[in-house]
């Protein structure tokens, strides 16, 4: 593992930066007040308005696959999201045996706030850039992240390479 490589820095960057984003969302302590709204709420409301601007009705299964987790995670995120106030379940207009998923006002209130809060945190960070830096960041950050999503990393010959660290010589198909 090569040190001091620019995919070195970025790996850590991105690391540091994930934690930053999860922070203000994530479960506190115990003895802290509860939080008005958890992130795997928020993670199902960005997932849901994301997909209601992609196809007609979204569902459980379209979740599923946008969050990356499997259709009964998925069902019981959506679930808590329901009972929190930020998802309707209502029949869908194309199949009467599937439900379709939609924002409620609460939902759209708390992603309108949300992103808000991160952009504004985001300009904070870079205030005393100027414009030239903050366009190429923006413009390799995206560049980044399309690649990210066209080439998605190896997990299946990842779990091989930790089981073989780990010593348990499991062989993972």
Request: charged share 30%.
């Amino acid at each position: 593992m090569k040190e001091g490589t620019p995919g070195a820095a970025i790996d850590l960057a991105l690391f540091r930066l994930r934690r930053i984003w999860a922070r203000p969302l994530r479960t506190r302590r115990l003895g802290d007040p509860q939080r008005p709204v958890q992130l795997s709420n928020v993670m199902v409301v960005h997932a849901v308005h994301k997909l209601s601007l992609e196809v007609p009705e979204v569902t459980v299964g379209a979740v599923a696959e946008q969050l990356d987790v499997d259709p009964s995670t998925a069902s019981r995120l959506v679930n808590d999201a329901i009972g929190a106030g930020f998802v309707a379940r209502e029949e869908s207009e194309v199949d009467a045996r599937r439900a379709r998923l939609l924002l409620s006002p609460a939902g759209r209130r708390v992603l309108e706030v949300v992103i808000r809060s991160r952009r504004v945190y985001l300009d904070g960070l870079i205030a005393d850039w100027d414009e030239a830096d903050k366009e190429v960041f923006a413009r390799l950050i995206t560049r980044l992240a399309e690649a990210a999503t066209v080439r998605p990393p190896d997990l299946a010959g990842l779990d091989r390479q930790i089981a073989e660290a780990i010593g348990e010589g499991a062989t993972i198909p």
